[in-house]
């Protein structure tokens, strides 16, 4: 049972580098999310998708793009990294609209 | 303000106890509710949902106040296993679209100790 994989679960970039987070899903979920969690901040929506080829702007979007291409895969691209986004990133998948289950978690360190 | 707030801790209780979070939301559009568990260093879990009515599981209870917009976990019979960060989430519906996100507050830190 998968569920919701996330790669890498590690990286170190430098500032300005580019990278590419990827989210795979084998539940035939049609929504899917990608969320940053910072300390003392919470879970914070980056973009969601409600289906394949669909993308939305969350609540922090700036400096980051997605795409949902395939309906089990949603990737999440930093084209030029800063030391603010370094964080843990989580990806999550639901079946409705309500309850979402997550990956491990990425976590970044930009330098 | 925070749309979702809750007390941050850390509480710490010793085995047996009876610990009680409590969490706000200042959005009356906000339509589900939950509680999520992360323990340290994973990704978060449901835990349970949330009813008006109350719910409970095993020794688990969430209580929903809808005019207040307060949310509510008791833990009874606290175990080592329950030290976690406990999330309060909101599911709010706008634009009348059929999609809501989830808002998260930014956890309660509990450490059960023997």
């Known amino acids: 049972n998968a569920g919701v994989t996330q790669t890498p679960k590690f990286r170190v970039l430098k500032t300005g580098q580019s990278m590419t987070l990827l989210c795979a899903q084998d539940m035939n979920h049609e929504y899917m999310y990608w969320y940053r969690q910072d300390p003392g901040m919470g879970l914070r929506l980056i973009h969601y998708?409600?289906?394949?080829?669909?993308?939305a702007k969350g609540e922090v979007p700036d400096g980051y793009n997605v795409s949902r291409l395939k309906k089990q895969n949603f990737l999440l691209g930093l084209e030029s990294a800063a030391p603010s986004q370094t964080s843990v990133y989580f990806c999550?998948?639901?079946?409705?609209?309500?309850?979402?289950?997550f990956g491990a978690g990425t976590r970044l360190s930009v330098l | 303000r925070k749309e979702v707030e809750q007390d941050p801790g850390p509480f710490n209780v010793p085995e047996g106890a009876t610990v009680a979070f409590n969490c706000t939301y200042s959005n009356s559009a906000s339509q589900s509710f939950f509680w999520y568990r992360q323990d340290c260093r994973k990704e978060p879990k449901l835990l349970m949902s949330v009813y008006s009515s109350g719910n409970e599981d095993g020794r688990f209870t969430a209580q929903l106040n809808r005019a207040s917009q307060y949310i509510s976990l008791l833990i009874r019979d606290s175990k080592l296993s329950d030290s976690a960060t406990y999330l309060c989430?909101?599911?709010?519906?706008?634009?009348?679209?059929?999609?809501?996100?989830?808002?998260f507050g930014q956890g309660t830190i509990l450490t059960v100790h023997p």
């Open positions: 989430v909101v599911n709010i519906f706008s634009d009348g679209t059929s999609y809501g996100k989830l808002t």
């Open positions: 998708s409600v289906g394949e080829g669909t993308t």
């Open positions: 999550a998948s639901s079946p409705r609209k309500n309850i979402q289950y």
